[in-house]
């Protein structure tokens, strides 16, 4: 039965929460950005904008010259190829093509006259602080979290020299190297004064949880993430599953920090495309559920590369309630993805999940990232309380406003402050 509801009131309906979903500031809790102290890390402007990986991987699809030959172009023309095969020879309506266009257009650059050189001019009389001000502003941003890497020379030396924090960038301490490939990590870790040893052991594992215990702290980390392979298996016999067992998931639930997982990626598919080489398999979700059952202690955040695994991954939140679920990840981050996704998250699990992250790896990008992700998460939050709605129950602008606040950063808040 339908309560007689008319039109213009479930348009009002959709207006608020349209409304609600445009401006109300998100927690952006996985990006590969950085705070301005880590320099030439930090990404931005129009360059770096169209030297993105995922528009090489689209320009490479028109060039026809050698991968090395474009590699040993410097950033500029680098740029300029991909912007005359991706904007000039062809419109960009590539999500990512469509995204630069979105990002200029919110910074105020007419891009329609295709000018360039008087883009590049624009962006050359920025600084970088405003820009960043800006640009979190323009994207409604609370707080980025970074990808955080104890790994990386660049980034390692930073941390030891210590800096002023910006207090919109949190960190999440990245471990792909320990979980990934132990030997050469434990040969650095021994290095760097954490006794691994050469094989497994107690001691090798103690040596691991004070190497987290040490650079979460550092980091001030608000979680712990890893990458994963789609054919990533636990319980297993071998060295990736021996470390989180005794080591990394020991230290994670006594220090009360998420998990983050990702997996799906399978690395260098094309290793001439560099950044651009990783590609996507469908992942055996087999280790998550193992994980959340064996360590219901622990705080599992979860998501999935390939867009086949989205539904099981909604049904093993529904299982697990120390499962997190977020973000539309990399491949699955365009329109029509991110509404599938969407619909069935909130369709099976309500709120209790992060509809989006940006993963942006220049600044500039949480505009569009953001801009394209609230249209879409707001068109089916509309539906949803529209839904409601035509069955008698009308929720007030302050529950929608609770409602998406939870979404932006709320209720995985609420999760990583949770203890079961
Ligand atoms: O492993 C990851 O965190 C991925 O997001 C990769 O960094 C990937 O290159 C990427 O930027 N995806 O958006
Ligand atoms: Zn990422």
């Not at 040993?72 to 093509?97: G, M, R, Y």
């Not at 990458?227 to 020991?250: G, H, I, K, R, Y």
């Not at 068109?379 to 409601?388: G, H, Q, S």
Request: charged share 25%; hydrophobic share 40%; with cysteine.
């Amino acid at each position: 039965m339908h309560f007689n509801i008319t039109d213009s009131h479930e348009a009002e309906l959709r207006e608020r929460v349209l409304d609600i979903v445009d401006e109300t500031p998100v927690d952006d809790i996985h990006t590969h950005l950085y705070d301005p102290a880590f320099g030439p890390l930090l990404l931005w402007g129009i360059d770096d904008l169209l030297t993105y990986h995922y528009l090489v991987a689209e320009s490479f699809r028109y060039f026809d010259l050698p991968y090395a030959d474009f590699w040993k172009f410097d950033k500029t023309t680098q740029a300029n190829l991909i912007w005359d095969a991706l904007f000039l020879q062809h419109s960009p309506v590539s999500e990512a093509c469509r995204g630069v266009i979105t990002t200029l257009h919110a910074l105020g650059l007419e891009a329609k006259h295709r000018d360039l050189p008087a883009i590049r001019k624009w962006f050359a009389e920025q600084s970088i602080d405003g820009h960043i001000q800006k640009c979190i502003e323009l994207a409604g941003i609370k707080s980025i979290c970074m990808t955080n890497s104890p790994f990386d020379d660049l980034e390692r030396q930073v941390w030891h020299k210590g800096f002023d924090r910006e207090p919109w960038f949190t960190s999440a301490l990245r471990i792909d190297p320990l979980i990934l490939d132990w030997p050469r990590t434990a040969r650095r870790m021994n290095e760097w004064g954490y006794p691994t040893g050469e094989e497994l052991s107690i001691g090798a594992f103690d040596a691991v949880k004070k190497f987290l215990a040490d650079w979460a702290e550092r980091m001030d980390a608000k979680y712990v993430m890893v990458s994963l392979p789609p054919d990533f298996e636990f319980p297993a016999n071998n060295e990736s599953a021996e470390l989180l067992d005794q080591a990394v998931l020991p230290f994670c639930r006594d220090a009360g920090l998420p998990l983050a997982v990702m997996p799906g990626v399978v690395r260098q598919v094309n290793p001439q495309l560099l950044l651009a080489g990783d590609g996507v398999e469908r992942t055996n979700l087999t280790f998550l559920k193992n994980l959340c059952a064996a360590f219901p202690q622990n705080k599992f955040a979860a998501t999935v590369l390939a867009r086949e695994n989205q539904h099981e991954l909604c049904v093993l939140a529904r299982k697990f309630r120390n499962l997190h679920i977020f973000g539309c990840w990399w491949f699955t981050n365009t329109p029509s993805i991110i509404e599938e996704m969407t619909r069935e998250r909130t369709e099976l699990v309500g709120l209790s999940y992060t509809p989006q992250h940006s993963d942006a790896r220049v600044l500039d990008q949480i505009i569009y990232k953001w801009q394209h992700s609230r249209t879409v998460i707001g068109d089916v939050l509309a539906d949803k309380y529209v839904d409601l709605l035509r069955v008698g129950w009308e929720c007030s602008e302050e529950e929608i406003q609770r409602d998406v606040e939870g979404l932006f950063g709320g209720d995985f808040a609420r999760f990583c402050r949770a203890s079961f």
